[in-house]
C-alpha cells in the first residue's frame, strides 16, 4: 500500500509541475515574446513570409523548398508518432505483458494497462498535431506564390499577413507535436515507476526552460518596453 502511495503522489505532482511550466511559458509568449524562443521565432516567420512574396521571381524556389523541408519535418514526427502508437497497442493487447521486478510503486495489472494507455495518448495526440502543422503548411506553401504586386496594396499587405499566420499557426502544431513527444518520456519511465517519473519531469523542465527562455534578442534591440511586447505577443495570436 505504501508503495502505490507513491504513485498517488509523485505522478500527478510531476505532471502539474510539466502543466504549470507549459503555462507560464504561455503566458511569456504572448506578453513577452521577445524573451522566448518560440515568440522571437514566430515574429522572424513573419517577415521571412514578407520579405518572400515581395519579390517571389527570385525567392520563390527557396520559399517552396523552406515549406517542402517543414513539410517533411512534420511526416517524419507524424510516422513515427504513429508507428510508436501501433507498437504501444500490441503491447497492451498482449494479455502476458506482466511489471517489470524493478518497479517501486503499484504493479497492479490495472495500474500497468493505463501506463501503456497514457503513453498511447500522448502518441496519437503527436500524431494529430503534426498533422495539423503539415495542413497549415501545405497552405502557406500555395499561398505563398501569390503575386502581390498585382494586387492592391491593402489586400497585399493583408495577405502576407495571413500567409504569415498560416506559416506560425503550422509551426505552433510543430511544436506542440514536439512537445507530447517530450510528455512520453516521463509517461515512459512511469513503467518503471513513479520515482522515476517524477525526476524525468523534474529534468524536463530544467531543460526546457533553457531552450525555450532567451534574453539575447531583448537586450540586442536595446530597451524593449512592456507595451510593444503586448503589442507583438497580439500578433502572435
Keep these: 500500500m505504501k508503495k502505490q502511495v507513491l504513485d498517488y503522489f509523485l505522478v500527478p505532482s510531476g505532471l502539474l509541475l510539466m502543466v504549470a511550466y507549459h503555462i507560464w511559458l504561455l503566458y511569456r509568449i504572448l506578453k513577452h515574446p521577445t524573451k522566448t524562443v518560440i515568440g522571437i521565432n514566430a515574429i522572424n516567420r513573419r517577415i521571412w513570409v514578407r520579405t518572400m512574396m515581395e519579390d517571389m521571381s527570385k525567392n520563390g524556389v527557396l520559399a517552396v523548398q523552406t515549406l517542402r523541408n517543414n513539410i517533411m519535418a512534420s511526416t517524419l514526427l507524424a510516422s513515427t508518432a504513429i508507428m510508436l502508437s501501433s507498437l504501444i497497442a500490441v503491447l497492451m493487447s498482449n494479455s502476458n505483458a506482466q511489471p517489470s521486478g ?18 498511447l495518448v500522448c502518441f496519437l495526440v503527436a500524431f494529430l498535431l503534426n498533422v495539423q502543422s503539415i495542413r497549415y503548411y501545405s497552405h502557406a506553401s500555395i499561398l505563398i506564390n501569390v503575386p502581390i504586386k ?12 495571413y500567409v504569415g499566420r498560416a506559416m506560425n499557426r503550422g509551426s505552433y502544431f510543430w511544436s506542440l507535436g514536439l512537445r507530447a ?28 526552460y533553457f531552450l525555450d527562455i532567451t534574453l539575447e534578442f531583448g537586450l540586442a534591440k536595446g530597451s524593449v518596453d512592456d507595451d510593444k511586447d503586448e503589442e507583438e505577443g497580439r500578433e502572435l495570436r
Excluded at 504493479?107 to 503513453?119: A, P, R, T
Excluded at 498585382?150 to 499577413?161: D, F, V
Design 150 to 161: 498585382k494586387i492592391p496594396s491593402t489586400s497585399a499587405h493583408l495577405m502576407t499577413e
Design 102 to 119: 524493478f518497479v517501486y510503486g503499484d504493479k497492479s495489472q490495472l495500474g500497468f494497462s493505463i501506463k501503456f494507455f497514457s503513453i
Design 181 to 208: 513527444f517530450y510528455f512520453s518520456f516521463p509517461l515512459f519511465l512511469w513503467i518503471f515507476g513513479p520515482i522515476p517519473m517524477f525526476l524525468c519531469c523534474l529534468s524536463l523542465v530544467f531543460l526546457l
